[in-house]
């Protein structure tokens, strides 16, 4: 393989797999993302934006029914995303059963359990997170779950 397509194949983030940077990148890549979680689960949605870096890549994918799919690029808009949460959903039970870190990378993976206030339904998913965290702030975020079922729970008529 020529050099040029080795570097591509480099995870953005990670220059050195065996290297001490990517040993303390992933040690503060898990304490910032188990941060991340203590926050949502404590109830503390005012807080959980300033463990975002000023400028982000932030996607949910799902439906246009849920107001807070789509992208947000600003710390602000992501602290405003929890308190906007919070006025939709009532949490049933959130838990993240694993995190995988690996240099600047994260993944959790959990279950969730929500009700939309709106129409009363119950919206049940796993969940797998992306997480990128630089300089121990959170630079990307990427949310995957079960976006047809949520879509379900915010239709009256379903």
Known sequence: ??????????????????????MS??????AVVEEFFRRVRDGEPETVGDL?????DWY????DAVPW?????????????YTELRGHLETKHFTCRHIVADGVHAVA?????QLVKSTGKIFASPFAFHFVVENGLITRYLA???SLALARAFNAAD
């Open 1 to 22: 393989m020529d050099q040029g397509r080795a570097s591509e194949l480099i995870p953005h983030g990670r220059e050195d797999l065996n290297g001490e940077d990517a």
């Open 25 to 30: 990148d992933t040690a503060e890549t898990r």
């Open 52 to 56: 975002f870096a000023e400028r982000i």
């Open 60 to 63: 949910i994918y799902g439906s």
């Open 69 to 81: 799919v789509g992208r947000r690029t600003t710390r602000e808009e992501a602290g405003q995303f």
């Open 109 to 113: 993976l959990g279950d969730m359990e």
């Open 144 to 146: 995957f779950e079960d």
